[in-house]
């Protein structure tokens, strides 16, 4: 794995002026990029105060202590006391006439929107959500496009203090209900219809559907997905009264399936979002004010919610409202160039499958004004990275780790540090991680669990619902007592930087949308056909697939295979649809009853069985065969 790219201008960054920011102001003196991170998780009440002082963060109550301490560590408390507002932070660089958003959709609209009527449309919002008497504290939930609706809404929402939680029309009836039944929202926000893979849908059946199954609300909000209720040649100006809420105070709420029940309700809090938004999208990103970003997402995916942190640096966000793939995929490039996009984020299939298809009307050279190429969902393979250096010899590749636990990245890019050939750059400022091997030893050059050893500001505050903190505690600290187990493998190189291996639990990685297994199992269900199913998620390819096996009582055919298609993508959504289904006479359990899904994962993935399992321990050793036969003759595994 080569070297392929190496800052020149490393002194205009904005992790560069940070540095001279801290030698001025905090006299901290640092050789390079490694001995400033040190210092970061050693000295993390100094860290983030030098960040709060750096990005001008306005307090509307000064804090008393930067970090509370506490064990576990999630219960630590940073900036206790302190109030501040995002919006307030948000709105920083919104000037009359300036271009706030750009905003392309598959009919080929092109919109580029002032903050005039950005705020004019925020407005109209607000006034409505406070005569229904929405407060601070109270939940208003969407059902959203990747729009400038979306992005107006949520400004109306936070502004009055309320909590976030957005989901996007992609998604079924039964999952929206799962996730916004536990937070009993006041307001729903919808689009009553939109276009997608060159298809018309009307959601009023579905809208319907959610209104009966949601029993707390009291109104809904509804938008059309054209933007004929914007004023585009508005004069229109509003300071808005901002409501500041504790620094810990809710601003979202981000739902991330487990293996088991409803999609745990991931609660952030204001103020930690906030400060790590500006670090992580400034410092690490680069990103300058004025400059435009893009990063392909929909508002049920955290990169929704991550990407409004470019606004806090002064950019202009850029949002594609669509199928990413049609007509071809190569409708997000001509996007890039249209707008002049300096910092292009998507998922690694997009660049993958672009390597592969070699988009001929994409000019490469035309889009010389890119700055960066973000890279998340799952990990760019080497061809990738070399690729894309190929095409744009002056762009900087960051590959991202992180997800919608923490609504950021903490493994990510470094603009004064060399980009090599499949690796992330490094570990981020602020971030503790550490690659462990079974034992709990901290290990370098191996492949080790990938785990936080101290607490980060976006962190969640806490589950929905979760009085006792059990399900945050199961979810991240059952593993390893006292440190935070994400569920990856990583391999730390300390010269070349950090490889993301995949996956070291049971949660579904759907490039880069994570979905629990219970969700699927609970909608295969309601197919009377199927007796028991087990699925996973394999990189076969450079490309995650979902495999799915089902027991039936009847042959797998094409008419149950399309049953089972049809039903995950009314019941949950298009991407927990699998890849591939293939029957098997029984699905693999453990003596005391529980579903093998780890253990087949990496059997499926090319480990040894001995290396793997113990027979011993299986209720049906027997069915090891049949899987094992698929395996061999369909499943071309990375380790093959």
């Not at 499949?422 to 191996?446: F, R, T």
């Not at 996956?503 to 699927?520: M, P, Q, W």
């Not at 993935?605 to 209720?619: Q, V």
Request: proline share 4%; with cysteine.
């Amino acid at each position: 794995m080569s070297k392929i790219w190496q800052p020149k201008n490393y002194k205009n960054s904005n992790l560069f002026k940070f540095e001279l920011f801290l030698k001025s102001d905090f006299k901290k003196v640092f050789k390079n990029y490694s001995e400033m991170h040190d210092w970061s998780i050693l000295k993390p009440d100094e860290f983030w105060l030098a960040i709060s002082k750096f990005f001008q963060i306005e307090f509307d109550k000064t804090y008393t202590n930067v970090l509370i301490e506490k064990k576990p560590f999630y219960k630590s408390i940073w900036f206790n006391n302190a109030k501040v507002s995002y919006t307030r932070h948000l709105l920083k660089y919104a000037k009359k006439g300036k271009t706030a958003l750009i905003y392309k959709n598959e009919q080929d609209n092109y919109l580029e929107i002032s903050w005039n009527s950005l705020l004019e449309k925020t407005k109209k919002i607000r006034d409505e959500l406070l005569q229904s008497n929405v407060k601070k504290g109270d939940v208003v939930v969407g059902y959203l496009l990747n729009h400038p609706d979306s992005i107006a809404s949520f400004i109306a929402v936070n502004s009055i203090g309320a909590i976030w939680s957005c989901c996007s029309p992609d998604f079924g009836v039964e999952s929206i209900a799962n996730r916004f039944s536990q937070l009993n929202p006041k307001i729903l926000l919808a689009h009553k219809n939109y276009f997608y893979g060159g298809k018309y849908f009307s959601q009023n059946e579905k809208i319907s559907k959610l209104e009966n199954k949601l029993k707390s609300l009291e109104k809904t909000i509804l938008f059309s997905s054209d933007l004929n209720s914007w004023n585009f040649n508005s004069e229109y100006w509003i300071d808005f009264e901002l409501k500041p809420v504790d620094f810990n105070h809710p601003i979202w709420v981000l739902f991330s399936s487990g293996t088991t029940g409803k999609p745990k309700a991931i609660t952030h809090g204001t103020g930690g979002v906030l400060i790590e938004q500006y670090k992580s999208l400034s410092l690490h990103n680069n990103i300058s004010i004025d400059d435009k970003f893009f990063w392909n997402t929909t508002t049920g995916w955290m990169m929704w919610n991550y990407s409004l942190g470019a606004i806090l640096c002064g950019a202009i966000l850029c949002l594609y409202d669509g199928s990413p793939s049609f007509p071809d995929i190569g409708v997000q490039w001509r996007f890039a160039k249209d707008a002049e996009i300096n910092h292009f984020g998507n998922g690694s299939a997009l660049f993958i499958a672009s390597m592969k298809k070699n988009i001929k009307d994409v000019n490469y050279n035309d889009l010389s004004f890119l700055k960066t190429i973000g890279a998340t969902g799952s990990p760019l393979s080497e061809d990738a990275f070399l690729w894309l250096q190929d095409k744009l010899p002056e762009t900087q590749i960051i590959s991202l780790s992180g997800g919608t636990d923490v609504c950021s990245a903490f493994i990510g890019g470094c603009p004064m540090a060399p980009v090599y050939s499949g690796y992330l750059q490094c570990k981020m400022l602020g971030a503790a991680i550490e690659a462990w091997d079974e034992n709990g030893n901290s290990v370098l050059d191996q492949t080790g669990e990938l785990v936080i050893t101290k607490p980060l500001p976006s962190m969640p505050i806490y589950f929905w619902n979760d009085t006792n903190y059990e399900k945050y505690h199961d979810s991240y600290f059952k593993k390893n007592e006292g440190v935070w187990t994400h569920g990856d493998w990583i391999h730390i190189d300390p010269l070349k930087g950090i490889i993301i291996k995949g996956r070291s639990d049971a949660t579904l990685n759907r490039n880069g949308i994570r979905i629990g297994t219970s969700e699927i199992y609970s909608a295969l269900d309601q197919i009377n056909e199927i007796e028991d199913s087990l699925i996973i998620d394999l990189n076969i390819e450079n490309s995650s697939k979902l495999i799915l096996f089902i027991s039936s009582i009847s042959d797998v055919n094409s008419q149950i295979k399309k049953r089972i298609k049809n039903t995950l993508k009314t019941q949950c959504s298009p991407r927990h649809i699998p890849n591939l289904i293939f029957g098997v006479k029984e699905i693999p359990y453990t003596i005391s009853g529980k579903k093998m899904e780890i253990p087949f994962k990496k059997i499926m993935a090319g480990k040894k069985i001995e290396d793997t399992i113990s027979k011993g321990a299986m209720k049906n050793p027997d069915c090891l065969n049949e899987f094992i036969e698929i395996k061999n003759q369909y499943l071309k595994s990375p380790d093959q």
